[in-house]
Nanobody, 119 residues
Framework: QVQLVESGGGLVQAGGSLRLSCAAS????????MAWFRQAPGKEREFVAA????????TYRDSVKGRFTISGDSAKNTVYLQLNSLKPEDTAVYYC????????????WGQGTQVTVSS
């Protein structure tokens, strides 16, 4: 089992910045990748960014490229999401997820942290 705890959400004005953190504990040595997803009210959960620990490969959804940066500290089992130039449409609950080796999808999810961007 892996436990994920997000923090860092809040209310920010458009153009502002936030830094989300996700601390993983438990069976973290099997973690292959970690990612951030988000879900806005009335919408489906969507992929935001991911990082693969081996090689530190990152991927992003198009709408956040150049504004968001995912990074990780494997020694601390923590992944971060730096959110810059925030827009009202970035308002959502942001979830951290972990994918274990040999899995095709994300096996574990955090409880989410709210990000609200005011115009």
């Amino acid at each position: 089992q892996v436990q994920l705890v997000e923090s860092g959400g809040g209310l920010v004005q458009a153009g502002g910045s936030l830094r989300l953190s996700c601390a993983a504990s438990g069976r973290t040595f099997d973690n292959y990748a970690m990612a951030w997803f988000r879900q806005a009210p009335g919408k489906e959960r969507e992929f935001v960014a991911a990082i693969v620990w081996s090689g530190v490969r990152t991927t992003y959804r198009d709408s956040v490229k150049g504004r968001f940066t995912i990074s990780g500290d494997s020694a601390k089992n923590t992944v971060y999401l730096q959110l810059n130039s925030l827009k009202p449409e970035d308002t959502a609950v942001y979830y951290c997820a972990a994918q274990q080796r040999g899995s095709s999808g994300y096996n574990y999810w955090g409880q989410g942290t709210q990000v609200t961007v005011s115009s």
